[in-house]
């Protein structure tokens, strides 16, 4: 069963996720090529996008909180 993420969020990171995630199926190699591999595998362009946009989010999530934490010891 998939879960879906909370809708009420953010609505601009949410646009921008999305962007960033479109943006890297058309653009960027390594994307191409896990798109290709996942829609081999039998996913749709939706589900695809859908972890795309989560794994984002992540390594956003990473910079941010390793900046942070740089900022904490620095002060």
Do not use: F, S, W
């Amino acid at each position: 069963m998939r879960h879906r993420i909370n809708r009420g969020g953010d609505r601009r990171l949410n646009r921008a996720l999305h962007m960033a995630a479109v943006t890297r199926m058309r653009m960027a190699p390594r994307t191409r090529a896990y798109v290709e591999r996942r829609t081999a595998e039998g996913r749709t362009l939706r589900e695809i996008r859908r972890c795309l946009k989560r794994y984002l989010a992540r390594e956003i999530y990473r910079h941010l909180n390793a900046a942070a934490q740089a900022e904490l010891v620095t002060t």
